[in-house]
């Protein structure tokens, strides 16, 4: 047996379509509402909290390191997408949250989201749904088992 490609690997394949509905989704806010999807995904992750975030918050969702989380809020700051205001709880933290501006456009957003996600979703029978649905969270599962493993080989 040979050792795969990198193609071959499922990890590979993954990060493409992701990638793939990632670009799609992109073209399609920027054009809509002027939003890059790191944009997006913030406004999403402030309309979805339900309460104010902190920037480490907001980067740990996203999957993103602080800085560059810091230059996203600052252009939706900018904005007036995003409201900053201090963290009651600790003086050098901030609170962020979505502006009624930004609550707008999020609504607008997360509408088309779910309508792309019903157009791909659509394209598979239930079964192929509830078979993705099952791999995925074993693939999930299977990805932190081997995160705490590395991380014992500290």
């Not at 670009?23 to 999807?37: H, I, K, N, Q």
């Amino acid at each position: 047996m040979t050792d795969p490609t990198i193609r071959e690997l499922l990890s590979y394949r993954l990060h493409r379509v992701a990638n793939l509905l990632s670009r799609g989704a992109e073209m399609r806010y920027r054009r809509e509402f002027g939003v890059s999807l790191w944009e997006w995904r913030t406004v999403a992750l402030l309309g979805g909290a339900g309460e104010p975030q902190s920037l480490n918050e907001l980067a740990r969702a996203a999957g993103m390191d602080k800085g560059q989380m810091s230059r996203v809020v600052s252009g939706l700051t900018r904005r007036k997408i995003v409201f900053r205001k201090a963290d009651a709880n600790d003086a050098r933290g901030i609170r962020l949250s979505l502006t009624q501006p930004g609550k707008r456009l999020y609504r607008k957003l997360i509408s088309a989201a779910a309508e792309r996600n019903s157009a791909f979703l659509g394209c598979l029978s239930a079964k192929e749904r509830a078979c993705l649905e099952q791999a995925m969270a074993k693939l999930a599962r299977e990805a932190r088992s081997f995160i705490l493993k590395e991380k014992l080989h500290k």
